[in-house]
């Protein structure tokens, strides 16, 4: 079975730092470009950060830049998102999420297919 | 930054009858456009990919049409289990993917 699984979301004052996990299972984790899409409290949808499958290119919103990083460690199926400088537009539930790829261009740009399996996802509060 | 805008932002529909929501792309995204279904409290779940194709267990009530500019999530007869957010998603130009605002289905 095709899952994702979050961890290390929790309270933390403002200008904190914080970990998240994602623990991937059932796919060729390498195989795949992965996201962290977050959705405020009563909100839609976020874009965060993505990551491509050998780790090589991150890519991040621009509310984001500078304070989070996301990365991958494929031997161990597991993707992470670290976050600092947090304040309270930061909380909200952190998704795991993955694309395949489904072309690469001549000139090497890479278009994704949707986003077909998301984690459950896991809850950051940012408050003092 | 391509704006995905969706329309109504809430619809009520009754039991059985049909249900049609909108999205709109501030530039053409072609067909790189899904639908995503979340229930309160739940995980999105993709339904529609490349404007018209089913996922995965996806019911065929539900059917996915437009390309460029201009999309439609029609369910044909709902059902309890439809209500729900509906989003629209673009990814033609990941890593920029951005996502419209949701539309909330209730029943009528």
């Known amino acids: 079975e095709v899952q994702l699984v979050e961890s290390g979301g929790g309270l933390v004052q403002p200008g904190e730092s914080l970990r998240l996990s994602c623990a991937a299972s059932?796919?060729?984790?390498?195989?795949?470009?992965m996201h962290w899409v977050r959705q405020a409290p009563g909100e839609g949808l976020e874009y965060v950060s993505s990551?491509?499958?050998?780790?090589?290119?991150?890519y991040y919103a621009d509310s984001v830049k500078g304070r989070f990083t996301i990365s991958r460690d494929n031997s161990k199926n597991t993707l992470y998102l670290q976050m600092g400088s947090l304040s309270a537009e930061d909380k909200a539930v952190y998704y795991c999420?993955?694309?395949?790829?489904?072309?690469?261009?001549?000139?090497?740009?890479?278009?994704?297919?949707?986003?077909?399996?998301w984690g459950q996802g896991t809850t950051v509060i940012v408050s003092s | 930054e391509i704006v995905m805008t969706q329309s109504p932002a809430s619809l009520s529909v009754s039991l059985g009858e049909r249900a049609t929501l909108s999205c709109r792309a501030s530039?053409?995204?072609?067909?790189?456009l899904a639908w995503y279904q979340q229930k309160p409290g739940l995980t999105p779940r993709l339904l529609i990919y490349?404007?018209?194709t089913r996922a995965t267990g996806t019911p065929p009530r539900f059917s996915g049409s437009g390309s460029g500019t201009d999309f439609t999530l029609t369910i044909s007869s709902l059902q309890s289990e439809d209500f729900a957010v509906y989003y629209c998603?673009?990814?033609?130009?990941?890593?920029?993917?951005?996502f419209g605002q949701g539309t909330r289905l209730d029943i009528k």
């Open positions: 999420a993955r694309s395949e790829i489904k072309d690469i261009t001549i000139s090497g740009v890479i278009m994704i297919g949707p986003i077909d399996v």
């Open positions: 990551i491509t499958g050998n780790g090589g290119n991150t």
């Open positions: 490349g404007a018209s």
């Open positions: 530039q053409s995204v072609s067909h790189n």
């Open positions: 059932g796919f060729t984790f390498s195989d795949y470009v």
């Open positions: 998603q673009q990814y033609i130009n990941w890593p920029s993917i951005t």
